[in-house]
């Protein structure tokens, strides 16, 4: 296996970060600046990265799993339901990011990457079975603004940020949070996630989780179980320990919704992804993305110096 990393891309995450950051007019009067600004991205990542594959991964509709698990998770922003994939019928989505993303999806499939789709399940899950278990002994770049794929790093794998821009690596979270990326999903589950509805304990946020334990903060894979046996024991010290035990429920609950290693995919879609991913050939189709950026009224992208940049992919053919 090549020492070269795989680029694993969330890429609804991606596209949402570069819809607002790169206005773009097309030719036809409405905006383009998320397709465009996500290939130029995509272009920069592959000059920095340099990565011998690239695998993008879409969500369909968030995890069905998890909203089981808990009625209110995202409740306020239930994702994108892409259920045909590759074609002109994106529901749940305004009228114009809707065509951005099909005009994306199509124009990818002229590029030399590995498209990945699994309904009713999120960009983490999919991007953490990738990381997990396809590519679990390879050399990884994940790229995503998600803290959640934190708990994903290791000494093969690092983040690029696209809200910060620049990389992260187990060793950045750990000085920023004092806790081990293999311990954040642990973490996340005291603090909750405001963001995606999922409440967590009364006081604690990551600066206090670290203080009161600081075992998250080692080389020790610390359990939910610990979490409750070293609050039992340190209960008449800190109200923290009190209230930890006493939603012991909710704590066990949202590690279940927060922890990412990929057994959220069902196994239809994980032996759909393993089969794309196994018959998958790189290719460029130089006019096949022409064609496609005409149709959209795109004329000022430069082609040449966008397939340039793919050169680094391992078995890639021109055509």
């Given at each position: ?21 790169f206005?773009?007019?097309?030719a036809?009067?409405?905006?383009m ?15 920095e ?114 809200h910060?821009?620049?990389?992260v ?12 990326s ?29 203080k ?35 939603n ?8 279940k ?5 990929g ?18 050939k790189p ?12 149709k959209?009224?795109i ?11 793919f ?9």
């Amino acid at each position: 296996m090549s020492e070269r990393p795989v680029l694993l891309i969330d890429s609804l995450n991606a596209f949402c970060r570069t819809y607002a950051a790169f206005p773009t007019m097309s030719a036809h009067g409405y905006q383009m600046g998320g397709t465009i600004g996500y290939l130029k991205t995509l272009k920069r990542l592959m000059y920095e990265v340099m990565p011998s594959a690239i695998y993008i991964a879409w969500e369909g509709g968030g995890s069905a799993r998890r909203r089981k698990l808990f009625s209110e998770y995202k409740l306020n922003r239930r994702a994108q339901k892409l259920n045909r994939f590759y074609e002109d019928d994106i529901p749940d989505s305004d009228e114009n990011k809707q065509h951005q993303i099909v005009a994306l999806l199509n124009m990818l499939k002229n590029v030399p990457v590995c498209q990945l789709y699994a309904a009713d399940c999120e960009g983490d899950d999919l991007v953490a079975y990738l990381s997990c278990n396809t590519f679990k002994d390879a050399n990884k770049v994940i790229v995503s603004s998600d803290k959640d794929l934190y708990q994903l790093l290791d000494e093969r794998t690092k983040q690029y940020s696209l809200h910060r821009k620049t990389f992260v690596t187990s060793q950045t979270v750990l000085d920023e949070y004092r806790i081990a990326s293999h311990n954040f999903a642990v973490a996340k589950a005291l603090c909750g996630d405001r963001g995606d509805n999922v409440p967590g304990i009364k006081g604690l946020g990551f600066k206090r989780v670290a203080k009161h334990f600081p075992q998250l903060g080692t080389e020790e894979t610390i359990l939910i179980q610990d979490i409750f046996d070293y609050s039992h024991a340190h209960m008449s010290e800190s109200m923290i320990f009190k209230r930890v035990l006493e939603n012991e429920d909710a704590v066990k609950r949202n590690w279940k919704l927060v922890f990412l290693n990929g057994n959220m995919l069902p196994a239809s879609q994980k032996s759909r992804i393993d089969n794309t991913i196994s018959t998958f050939k790189p290719k460029a189709n130089k006019i096949g993305l022409m064609k496609q950026l005409m149709k959209e009224g795109i004329s000022d992208f430069n082609i040449e110096e966008f397939f340039f940049a793919f050169n680094c992919v391992d078995g890639l053919n021109y055509h």
